[in-house]
């Protein structure tokens, strides 16, 4: 069982506020087998969604019409009786708000704007985010629950000619958000299950040089056709100690579209989220034409009609087939440790996001943010080069770089792929456990390249940043005991890793560690 509050974002910002969690497992295993059972189930508690929260409470004070009414008209009267543009600004946004610069109040007769820390501001922020969206509210309900028995059995004791595998699971899923953030309605949640099973042969050759392994699994969602996704993979050893390895791997794997890309069916104001399955777009789009938007901001982005209406194609699990070689190896004398990989991959119905609007340029206008399987080539690839290098009396040297990118073909305007990764990363550390009695230390330098970060919560560049983590320790051995004083971002940069995120500042910590092994 667990306890706690955070903030999460989506298409909006959520306050998850007194949330639990329950999970448990059961488990029955032997040196042949398991048959294991667990689950989780969630309740939201008092989480709200703040952004409607704000928007509901901007509303319930004075409806923006007659807001909109009073600004306009007071800036063209400044304006009109020669006023310059800041005192019309000024003047205009006071009288709309019925309150001055200072907080006071024009008008007692008439609404103002709640001041935060007044018994008002509280009264409507307490009663906006007990209620649910269709109570013109903003709590959230989510008591959604996942479940899933599994076994697997090693028949290689019986067959022995080569390693043999089996397994199977079947999950169980109930949505349940009272409608509030899924498609599911109040007290009828949605309940789906989904099976798998895999097979899994391994064989030693050249005196157990060479090790072949093939696999398959077999998949099955209740609301998608089944996946069937082989693989097979290969690792050869140039020499007897097995200090050089090359491996090149074959695989075929898939995603069904998770919870949120199949069922979200959430109002965030200007536009609707919703998710990719047909009877939830078909309850908001019906037959009517939709049209992309211009880009991925769907508050000002327009929608663009000169190509004709979006045509949304089926919608079912993402398939890559992916392609790998790789390297490993050691030198002078084990003292230097080399690994390397390169990969590529081949995506089919890459899952994604779409801006969309309906009745464009019309005051009946709506817009949406769903989710689809494309139809176009998607390709990612990517390399990996790390080394360790151990010094004599314990000090090591390490560091990895990384490369990843993503290549489509897809031109929509309002697509998104979300990818969300950097192209380089590079990463390079060093240290001693012991380098004099007692005492050692490790430090840690990590860069990465800026990226475009997309996301239904919005679309922006996220700025390269570098850190450095350090921590040196002492060992008590009498006690068992190690003393580490450290900080994580230690020079205290600040940084972001995703769109709308909060910066990350330096983390500094004292720990102290009872090892019952220590020598």
Partial sequence: YSNGSSVYTAQNRFAVWDFDLFSGRVELRSPNFYIRGWGIKENSGRSYDAGTTALRMNEAWKPSEQWYEEYIGAFAQTILTGGSLDAAYGFARATADNRDQNGNIFNPGQP?????????????????????????????????????????????????????????????????????????????????????????????????????????????HQKFEGKFTPRISLVYSLDKAQDHNFRASYQTAFRFPSTSDQWTDFDAGVYHTIGGLPEVQEAYLGDDPVYPLSGPNPITDEPVTENGPYIIGPFGPETVSAFEIGYKGMYLKRKLFVDAYIYRNYFEGFLATQLLAQYPNTPQEQRYSTHISTDASVVSFGWALGA???????????????????????????????????????????????????????INYRWQNSFLWQSPFGTGEIPAFSTVDANISYKIRRIKTIIKVGG????????????GASQIGGLYYISWTFDNYLN
């Fill in 112 to 220: 103002a704007l709640p001041l935060p820390g007044t018994e008002e501001f509280d009264y409507l922020l307490g009663d906006i985010r007990s209620k649910t969206f269709d109570q013109d509210g903003s709590l959230v309900v989510d008591r959604s629950s996942i479940w899933q028995v599994e076994g697997m059995y090693n028949f290689t004791h019986l067959v022995r000619v080569f390693e043999v595998l089996v397994g199977v699971s079947q999950r169980g899923y109930s949505i349940n958000s009272d409608g509030t953030v899924f498609f599911d309605e109040p007290g009828n949640p949605i309940n789906v299950n989904q099976f798998g099973s895999f097979i899994q042969l391994a064989k030693g050759f050249l005196k157990d040089r060479m090790k072949v392994t093939a696999s398959a699994r077999y998949d099955k």
């Fill in 388 to 442: 360790d290098y151990h010094f004599d009396r314990g000090f090591f040297i390490r560091g990895n770089v990384a490369y990843n990118s993503l290549e489509d073909e897809i031109e929509t305007p309002g697509y998104q792929s979300s990818f969300n990764t950097p192209d380089y990363r590079f990463n390079i550390s060093a240290g001693n456990r012991e380098f004099t009695k007692n005492v050692g230390f490790a």
């Fill in 488 to 499: 994580s971002n230690v020079l205290n940069k600040y940084y972001t890793t995703s769109f």
